[in-house]
């Protein structure tokens, strides 16, 4: 069907923070990403993920000029067809904007420089070494050896390989986007943010699906947009999405919130990269969320022995591919269910094929963890 959309004119203001999809994090190019302040190089600037309030985790304000793209009519596009062990959920309205914020990164170096960085193990206080590799910054209450002890535990899950439903893919902050293409730079009208399924988070969710689908564990990709037109609230609509799929499908052990971050001082962008089997690909950071005591999260343990688990596991198979675990006081919807964790794909710097490449590499990651637990191992 042949759609007429109206001309967007959005703005992302130079020198303002770009858009991360929860919080904005300052970086010049020589921070040693997430380390303290006493162990950086002069002159460096810490990554210092800011607290977030007991019950609820903040959304960024957000500040947009121009009209949105809006389509005057409804496209008509088929939903996805389920294959394999996957399960693809989208409703009728999330289809219709699949092009109400269409693609756009034009090529120039209006915006500011990209920086690509393989971020390394760190040191310091708040960084302890998993086991088998891999490594959890810790930023709570727990001591490192009591966390280390911790991250030991295996998840306590039902999980089978048999094509029962035991992952949820999910997006709270679906429209988030990549660069098209490694140039070095970013034109300044790219906002790194589009309804296109393709081009969004979307992309990197169906090839973690297709990952799983292969290892015979069944998988429902709910492909739902949450956060457009209204960024705000979109915490609130995947929780219920969340609480949605649990009820139609109650095997579900495993529930990802596939996101991408966003590193940059408001002109240079760092995209955090790793070369697997001779491809680049983009990193990626977990978060496991801690609980003060009146989050609402008693089961929070839970998640981040499954949250050490998928770490060492994809240290073991592709070393260099992950970014410490991030274990603090963040809730995210992790309280709904055991196996919640949050996955950070990459940053606005990096190309959609090294995302891409990154979603099919934390599927093969997740489908070998999966296995071992089914084994008895962890």
């Excluded at 930023?139 to 030991?152: I, Q, V, Y």
């Excluded at 093969?364 to 089914?374: A, D, N, P, V, W």
Aim: with cysteine.
């Amino acid at each position: 069907m042949r759609i007429r959309l109206k001309t967007a004119a959005l703005l992302c203001g130079t020198g303002t923070l770009l858009l991360s999809g929860r919080y904005a994090v300052p970086l010049m190019q020589h921070t040693l990403i997430g380390a303290p302040a006493e162990v950086q190089a002069s002159g460096a600037v810490m990554q210092q993920a800011p607290s977030a309030p007991a019950a609820a985790d903040p959304e960024p304000a957000v500040t947009q000029s121009g009209t949105e793209t809006v389509p005057e009519v409804h496209a008509e596009n088929p939903a996805p067809e389920n294959t394999g062990n996957i399960i693809n959920i989208e409703s009728d309205g999330s289809q219709a904007m699949w092009f109400s914020r269409l693609y756009s990164c034009p090529d120039s170096d209006s915006g500011g420089k990209i920086i690509d960085r393989h971020f390394s193990a760190q040191k310091g206080a708040q960084f302890l070494n998993l086991t088998n590799g891999g490594q959890v910054r810790n930023c709570t209450f727990w001591s490192n050896s009591d966390l280390l002890a911790e991250s030991k535990i295996a998840p306590s899950l039902d999980l089978k390989m048999d094509g029962t439903p035991m992952v949820l893919i999910y997006h709270t902050h679906t429209t988030e986007s990549f660069v098209s293409e490694k140039t070095g730079a970013y034109d300044a009208s790219c906002i790194f943010r589009t309804t296109e399924p393709d081009k969004n988070m979307v992309m990197v969710g169906d090839a973690i699906a297709e990952q799983l689908s292969a290892a015979g564990i069944g998988v429902v990709h709910a492909r739902e947009i949450h956060d457009y037109p209204v960024w705000s609230g979109a915490y609130s609509n995947s929780a219920k999405t969340i609480q949605s799929v649990l009820e139609q499908y109650p095997s579900i052990c495993i529930a990802l919130d596939i996101h991408r971050d966003a590193i940059s001082d408001g002109s240079t962008v760092v995209a955090p990269v790793c070369t697997i089997n001779g491809n680049q690909s983009a990193q990626i950071m977990i978060i496991s969320g801690c609980d003060k005591g009146n989050m609402g999260m008693p089961n929070y343990r839970e998640n981040f022995h499954l949250a050490s688990a998928i770490q060492q596991t994809a240290e073991g198979m592709f070393p260099g591919f992950t970014r410490p675990i991030l274990f603090d006081y963040r809730k995210y919807n992790q309280n709904l269910t055991n196996g919640s964790l949050l996955i950070e794909v990459g940053s606005q710097g990096n190309t959609l094929e090294e995302a891409r490449y990154a979603g099919e590499l934390v599927g093969k990651s997740l489908s070998e963890t999966i296995r071992k637990l089914c084994e008895g191992g962890n």
